[in-house]
Structures are given as C-alpha cells and as structure tokens.
C-alpha cells in the first residue's frame, strides 16, 4: 500500500509539472513597423529653370514580421515522451527504489518465515504422531489384557459352576444306570470351548506383542537419531542446540541415562558444575547401576575441589565397571585427588 501511494504521488505531481510548463511557453513577439522615411523640407525649384521631378525614391519595403510560433496545446503532447519522463523519475528517484526495497524485503520475510513454520510443522507431526501411536499402543495392550483377563476369569468359573452342576445333576441318573455318551460329549464339547477362547486371548496377546515391538523399534530409531544430533552438535560447539537434542531424545526414552550423562559432560565443559552433577544425579536415578553417571559425578567432585565426593563416587563407578580405573589414571580432572591413599592404592597401584 506505501508503495502504492508513492507510485501514485510521483506519477501526479510529474503530470502536473510537464502540463503546467507546456501551458507557459512564451509566444513569438510580433514584428516591429517598419520606419518611415523623414521627409526633406520642399524647395522652391529656380524660377528661371524647369527642372523635371524627381523620380520619386522607393523606401525599402519594411521586413515582414515573422510568423508567430505557434504552440501545441497541452492536450497533444506525447503520452509516449511523458510516460518516459515519468519512468525515468521513478528510477532516478531513491524514495520510490526504497520502497520498492522495503516490499519486496517485507514479502521475503513473510514467506521466509511461513516456511520455518511449515517446517517445524513438518518435523513436529511425525514425532507427536509417534507418541501419540505409542500412548495407544500402551493403552491398547493394557485393555486387550484386562479383557482377556476378565473374559477367561468370567468363562472358566461359569464353565467350573456348569461342570459342578452337571456332575450334581447326574449322579441320580447314574444311580439309575443310564449311559453316559451324552455325559462325555457335553465334557469334550465344553472342553473345545474353553481350549477355542484360550486360542483367541493367545493370538490377541501374540499381535500386540508384535505392534509393541514395532513401535518400540521404531520410536528407538528416533531416540537414536536424536542422540546422535545432539552428540554432533556438541562436537562443533553448538551447546545450547545440543542440550535441546538430548532433551528430545529424554521425551521418547526418559528412563534411558546417556542423554542425562550427554548433559553432565556439557556443562562440565562449560563449568556449569552444579548443573553437570544435577544431569548426573538425573542418570543415576533413571540407572542406579549404570557407571558412567558415578563416574562423570566424580569428575566434577574433583574438579571443584570436594575430594571426599569424589572418591566415594568413583569407587562406585570403578566396582560397577573396573575398566574406568585404566580412565582414572590418566584423566587430568582428577589431579586433586591423585595424591589420596585410597587413589594410589585402588587406582594407581
């Protein structure tokens, strides 16, 4: 709309211009009179001599005037020249180029910014669907459980209570001496029965068990790639997108703590100490026994000075994994706590 109006003001105020102009040229003056010739006083001729009259002299011809210039009215000026005119001036003219700037600036952000969003969109519906998928698949083996639970608890004491009844009810009827075929197909019958719904609950189990384990490879995939990105980020500096990666993968697998310990190592590097041994404590808590998490709480222990904390977190570690003692030795983050005695002799020696 700004472009609009300054286009239109400029397109005006030249055709205001050029008309006002072609209205003021000037006419041609008109010619001046010729002068007349001054007339000689008359003399008396001698009386004695008839002298003839002079052939009367002809006086120049007065030049005539020019022709005034006539000028074209406003009306038939070129439209062709003033629309080059007036293009000439758009282009000349740094207001006009500076909105047409801003225009076509405030367009590309607007598409480039629909784009972000459409993008985000794209990467966000997969992994909600994956969650959402993943909700009902709990819920749904969860309730094929409870039914086939309720359902074989339900049938079995109708079938005991219809078994019972039956032996009840035949026991005057083999008093009596009667056969018992009827007796027997009614138990093999009945017997089907209860063998065709165990069938059932068993392929009803099998395919959830089988949906279960799709999805489950599925959502690990996700998880991985998600680890992986972070672990990449991390390599070339990218903290902050790196952390953000690890906390994606956590919303898939919450319970897995090599995202926590990912962490833990970052904002060591960044001496966030008290953060690195949150994330650690976080790993330790989804995995009591996993070793890297004692290990890397260790590490910032010693780092900052508590040496009591180390040590006793990293005989946690080293008796859950005794391949980090060949770590120890070497890894300089421990240097405050390399002269202890338990260190020289459970690590060193």
Same mark, same amino acid.
């Given at each position: ?15 205001v211009?050029?008309?006002?102009a072609?209205a003021?040229? *000037?006419?041609?003056?008109t010619? %001046?009179? #010729?002068?007349? +010739?001054?007339?000689?006083?008359? &003399? =008396?001729p001698?009386? $004695?001599?008839?002298?003839?009259? *002079?052939?009367p002299?002809?006086? %120049?011809? #007065?030049?005539? +005037?020019p022709?005034?210039?006539? &000028? =074209?009215?406003?009306? $038939? ?12 001036k ?5 207001t ?8 076509v ?6 598409t ?40 074989l ?14 032996e009840f ?33 068993r ?12 999805l ?8 991985e ?14 903290h ?7 906390e ?11 995202p926590?310990?990912e ?7 960044q ?49 859950l ?29």
């Open positions: 709309m700004k472009f609009k109006t300054v286009s239109l003001f400029f397109l005006s105020t030249l055709l211009s050029v008309e006002t072609v003021q040229t *000037p006419t041609a003056p010619a %001046p009179t #010729a002068p007349t +010739a001054p007339q000689s006083p008359a &003399t =008396a001698p009386p $004695s001599a008839a002298t003839p009259a *002079p052939a002299v002809q006086q %120049p011809a #007065a030049q005539a +005037a022709a005034a210039i006539q &000028t =074209a009215p406003a009306e $038939s000026v070129d439209r062709a020249e003033i629309e080059e005119i007036i293009e000439e758009l282009k000349d003219d740094s006009v180029q500076d909105a047409i700037d801003e225009a600036d405030r367009n590309f952000s607007w480039f910014n629909l784009l972000n969003i459409l993008l985000l969109l794209l990467i966000l519906f997969p992994i909600a669907g994956i969650i959402l998928l993943w909700t009902m698949r709990r819920n749904l083996v969860t309730q094929v459980v409870e039914e086939v639970e309720d359902r608890s339900n049938e079995l004491k109708d079938e005991i209570g219809r078994e019972l009844k039956a009810d035949t026991q005057p009827a083999l008093a009596e001496g009667k056969s018992e075929p009827a007796q027997l197909k009614d138990m093999v019958s009945m017997a089907l029965s209860v063998q065709n719904v165990m069938n059932n609950a392929n009803t189990i099998e395919n959830s068990m089988q949906l279960q384990e799709r489950g490879s599925r959502l690990q995939e996700v998880f790639m998600h680890l992986h990105q972070g672990r990449e980020l991390a390599a070339t500096g990218q902050v997108e790196a952390i953000a990666a690890f994606k993968a956590l919303t898939i697998d919450a319970n897995n703590p090599i926590f310990c962490q833990g190592v970052i904002y060591a590097q001496q966030r100490f008290e953060e690195a041994i949150s994330a650690y404590d976080r790993a330790i808590e989804a995995k009591p026994d996993f070793p890297n998490g004692w290990y890397g709480k260790a590490r910032c222990f010693a780092l900052v000075g508590y040496g009591e904390q180390a040590i006793e977190n990293l005989k946690k570690a080293i008796e994994d005794p391949n980090l003692k060949a770590q120890a030795q070497s890894n300089p983050d421990f240097a405050s706590i390399r002269e202890n005695e338990w260190f020289q002799t459970a690590v060193v020696g």
